[in-house]
């Protein structure tokens, strides 16, 4: 059984949204209003998985917020290198929810990001158990983020 799960996006000081994932593959979408310049996303094949568009400017910090349950074992992690030239990785935390504690609960996975310079490139993360192999059923996050 697939569970569609919360997530959001926070692009500091600037936007928050909230939206459901499909079965199979998580998916965002929001974007921050601005002008803007930077090639055009790279394509994708029918078989990969969805891809959002994200917009944010350099130097402005902006945030991926996922659903996450580390005490299962499964934790989102880089899928693909970042393009350390256009962004930069700043922490990734974990947000237990609010409330006395719960055995067991799940909470968000906060990825914080920061824009060097102009460009387009490709965050995917992927939520697997770190020492099991990759597997085609792993849930994917895939964003194409647009610099200006």
């Not at 974007?31 to 944010?56: F, H, I, K, V, Y």
């Not at 299962?72 to 935390?93: C, F, K, M, N, R």
Request: net charge negative; proline share 11%.
């Amino acid at each position: 059984m697939v569970r569609s799960l919360p997530m959001r996006l926070a692009l500091t000081g600037v936007l928050v949204v909230s939206m459901l994932s499909v079965p199979g593959l998580l998916r965002l979408a929001a974007a921050q209003e601005a002008s803007g310049c930077g090639a055009p996303a790279p394509d994708r094949s029918e078989s990969a998985p969805a891809q959002d568009t994200l917009e944010a400017s350099v130097e402005q910090e902006f945030s991926i917020r996922l659903p996450a349950n580390p005490t299962t074992g499964y934790q989102w992690e880089l899928a693909q290198p970042l393009d350390e030239s256009i962004l930069q990785l700043v922490s990734t935390t974990f947000e237990r929810p609010e409330g006395p504690p719960r055995p067991g609960a799940g909470g968000t996975s906060v990825w914080t990001f920061l824009p060097l310079c102009a460009g387009t490139t490709t965050i995917t993360l992927r939520y697997r158990r770190p020492w099991e192999p990759p597997a085609p059923t792993d849930r994917e996050a895939v964003y194409v983020v647009v610099v200006h």
